[in-house]
């Protein structure tokens, strides 16, 4: 059976994902705080490219955590407005942005999937990044929130862990070895008794994460009305996204397994 016509969750899953990030928000924000402290702090170098100058440009950043990059976006002169499910990480993002005094940008909590319940207005780009994806388990619903929140010329980033990726056993991979331990076409959420470690200390809470097929988010965008004007993939990462070795521009990477196999992908879409 194709899961991208499958809608298997319930609102106890996102509500369980809801209490498991909220554990992490405080030593998020700290974390971040330090980080937009440093002049060297920006943007994951390949997003920066290929969204190219923002400045003036409304961006609408979804489920963007305790807001770090949202900020960042807004130093480059972007007019942003950031969207997580989780009350704690806007709290903390509204925090962060007076904190470094930052005016251009404005939060708001919502589940993504029902953003049009509250939210209204079109973006010049509407993106996600790093991590995201697999905290949404319909990307149907996901293909049509973003068209509704695209402006005509508008178009959507999308960057995040490529989806064959996340077949292989970790601890293998840290030894440059490929050892098949997670089944690409599962028809169901991941449930974990554990979250954090990139940003936070590991703590104890039950969540759920959708592992989804590369075809799953391409259908996505295609029910939503969106078009691919272009799909790259990589062999780097964002740190705390995979690899063991950090190169010269701050990405993360498998040194055994440079140039074979794509931890990326990258895409923008527009509407037709």
């Given amino acids: 059976m194709n899961k991208n016509a499958i809608s298997n969750y319930d609102e106890q899953q996102i509500e369980a994902n809801k209490i498991a990030w909220g554990t992490l928000s405080k ?16 943007l994951n170098p ?19 955590n305790t807001g770090a990059d949202s900020i960042l976006l807004a130093r480059k002169g972007a007019i942003v407005t950031g969207v997580d499910l989780v009350p704690d990480n806007i709290r903390f993002a509204r925090r962060l942005a007076k904190d470094f005094d930052v005016k251009n940008i404005q939060f708001i909590e919502s589940d993504i999937l029902k953003l049009a319940e509250v939210h209204t207005g079109t973006y010049d780009i509407v993106m996600t990044t790093d991590g995201a994806i697999g905290w949404l388990p319909d990307l149907n619903k996901w293909g049509k929130v973003l ?5 005509r010329e ?5 960057h995040d862990c490529h989806p064959f990726m996340g077949i292989f056993d ?18 169901h ?20 994460f959708w592992g989804h097929q590369l075809s799953t988010i ?55």
């Fill in 147 to 151: 068209e509704r929140f695209l402006s």
């Fill in 154 to 158: 508008g178009f959507f980033y999308f």
């Fill in 189 to 208: 959420a991941d449930r974990e008794a554990y979250i954090g470690g990139y940003a936070s200390d590991t703590k104890t809470a039950e969540n759920y």
């Fill in 27 to 42: 030593e998020h924000y700290e974390h971040f705080k330090s980080r937009l402290a440093e002049d060297g702090f920006k």
């Fill in 218 to 272: 391409v259908n996505g965008l295609l029910n939503g009305g969106l078009y691919i004007t272009y799909f790259n993939e990589y062999d780097r990462c964002a740190p705390g996204m995979g690899g063991t070795r950090t190169d010269d521009k701050g990405l993360s990477y498998y040194p055994e397994l440079a140039g074979k196999l794509p931890l990326v992908i990258s895409l923008k879409a527009q509407k037709k």
């Fill in 46 to 64: 390949m997003v920066d490219k290929e969204l190219g100058n923002v400045e003036g440009k409304r961006i609408l950043h979804l489920q963007c």
């Fill in 170 to 187: 970790e601890q293998a991979l840290e030894n440059g070895e490929l050892i098949p331990k997670y089944p690409y076409f599962q028809q």
